[in-house]
C-alpha cells in the first residue's frame, strides 16, 4: 500500500534487549535441577534480542485517533500543521477480525490535508463485498498480480536443497474471475533474476572452480594479503612434471578443460595455465614451473605460439623468444605468482570473450571496461568477477529457462550496463521483461508463491483500494499463526499448498 521510496512511521510495542549471561551464569544454571520450566527460562536468557513486537487493537486506535487529530485543520490547537508521513501500527490481532496492521495516511488537495486514509490488515477474504460496503462506487476495477518460483531450491526425495540463485516471475492482469486463478498469456510478465556463482547445477560450476583457485584461495587474495590457502591438487602428477609434458606438446594437444566455454585454441601459455592451476600446491612450484620455461625459451629448447593480444608477462618474454631477446626476469618473493594470476586473467577473459561473441549476445566495444589491462591486477580481478557473475545469469537463463536469443541479448546489455557502474552484489535482482507464452510450461501446473487481487476505485488522491494476498509464507513477522500446515512450500509436487490469507483495507474519511 506504500508508494515507492515514501518515507513512513512504523510504531510497534518497544523491547528491551536482554543481556546475555557471562560463564559464571551458565554454569549456575547448569547445577540447577533440569525441568521444562527451566529449560524455558534458560532459553529466554540466552536470547540475544526478540523480534518486532505488535501493540494491543486498543493501543493502536488510540494512535490513530492521536494522528487523525493532528493533521485535522478544523482542531484550532493544530491549525497549520504540516502533513506527516504515514503512520502504520503492529497490531495483536485480538479483535475478531484478527487485525494485523492499522494504517493511516493523509490526503491533500492543493497542499492542504483535506483527508485520511485508515488501512486495515486483516485475514478475510470477502473482497469485493468489502470494498463496497466501505465505499458504495458506481465501478470498481479489479487486478490480479501473481509470483511464481521458476528456478532455486528444490525438493529431493522430501529434502529441501537451499540455494542461492533465484530466479520468480511476476505476472499483472485485468479482469481477474476467481481466486488463485492462473495467470493469463495476455499479462504482463516480469522475472526477477539473482544468481549466485557457484551453484553446483550451473553449467557455468568448472568455470567457477578455475575462478575460485585465481580470486580466493590461492592467487589474488594471496598477493592482496600476503597469506595463501592452497587447494588440494586435481592432479597426481607434480606441476613440474605436468610443465615438462607442456613443452613437449604444445604444438599439438588438445585442451584438456572441458566446460560449456571450451576453446579449441588454447595457445601455449594458456595450457601452461591449465596444468599449473590444477597441480600447484605452493609458491616454490610456481617458481619451478615458471623458471622451467623460461629457461627452455631462452636456450631455445621450445618454440610455443601464442595469441596476438596476449598481455600476460610470459607471453611477452614469448614474443621476445622468437628475436633472442629476453629481459632478465627474477622469479623471487611473489613475482611468480604476479606471473600466473596475468596467465589465468587473460585465459579467462578469453573465454568469456569466445562465448559472449560467439552466441552473438554483445560486441568487443561493449565489453572494454571488462577486459582492460590498463588497470592494476587487483582491478581486473573484479572485472573478471562481475563477467563471470554475468556469464552466470545469461548461462542460467538459458540453459534452465530455454529464453530464446532476443531475451538472452537484452539481458546481457542490462547486465554490462550495470556492472559498468555498479560493485559486484551477488544480492542484485536483474529485472526482465517477457512473453507469458515463453515460459507458460514453467507456471501453468504450479502453485503460485503469492498471489494478489485488488479492487479500486475513486481517482488520484482519492482513489481507494481493498487488497487479498495469498502466500505460502506469513507476511507479518510480528504474530504467530497457528497452522496444522507448514510454513514454507517449495514447488509442492502433488499436495495443495497451505495459503496465508492477508486482506488490507482502506477507508477514506474528509475532514469537514
Known sequence: MCCGNQPIYVCEKAVPKIIEPDDQQIADTSNCSANHDDDEAIASVLQAELGPQPLTIMKARQLLS??????????????????????????????PAGTTWFGAETVCVSNKVSGIKLYSVTCKDELKQEHKKRHHPSSMVIKGSARFSLFGSTVVENTIIESQS???????????????????????ATLNIKVASGDMRSPMFEMYRELEFLLFQTLADGLRTGET????????????????????????????????????????VEQLWVRMRKSVTSYQDIGDCLKLVIEALRYGDIKPWIHRDSSSSLSKLILQSYHQQMDHVSLTGLTPVHMLLEMGLDKMRKDYINYLIGEELTTLNHLCYFL?????????????????HL?????????????????????TQSCLQHYKTNPYDEEHEFKLQIKPALISHFYQKE?????????????????????????????VDHVIFETDYPNETVNADSEDPAFFSTMVSCSLVNFA
Open 66 to 95: 492521536l494522528y487523525t487529530l493532528s493533521q485535522n485543520a478544523n482542531v484550532s490547537a493544530v491549525d497549520n500543521n504540516p502533513a506527516l508521513h504515514p503512520l502504520w501500527v503492529r497490531c495483536d490481532m485480538s479483535d
Open 166 to 188: 533465484n530466479v520468480t516471475v511476476d505476472f499483472k492482469w485485468c479482469h481477474v474471475e476467481s481466486i488463485l486463478e492462473t495467470p493469463p498469456l495476455s499479462s504482463t
Open 229 to 268: 590457502e592452497w587447494i588440494e591438487p586435481v592432479e597426481s602428477v607434480s606441476a613440474v612434471n605436468l610443465t615438462k609434458t607442456t613443452k613437449l606438446k604444445s604444438e599439438t594437444e588438445t585442451p584438456i578443460f572441458n566446460s560449456l566455454l571450451e576453446r579449441g585454441d588454447l595457445d601455449f
Open 372 to 388: 582492460s589491462t590498463d588497470v592494476d591486477l587487483q582491478e581486473q580481478v573484479i572485472r573478471l568477477r562481475k563477467l563471470h
Open 391 to 411: 556469464l552466470e545469469i545469461i548461462v542460467t537463463c538459458s540453459a534452465f529457462l530455454g529464453l530464446p536469443y532476443d531475451r538472452l541479448f537484452l539481458l
Open 447 to 475: 502453485h503460485p508463491a503469492v498471489w494478489e487481487v485488488e479492487v479500486s476505485s475513486g481517482h488520484g488522491p482519492r482513489e481507494v483500494r481493498t487488497s487479498l494476498q495469498l502466500s505460502d509464507r506469513p507476511l
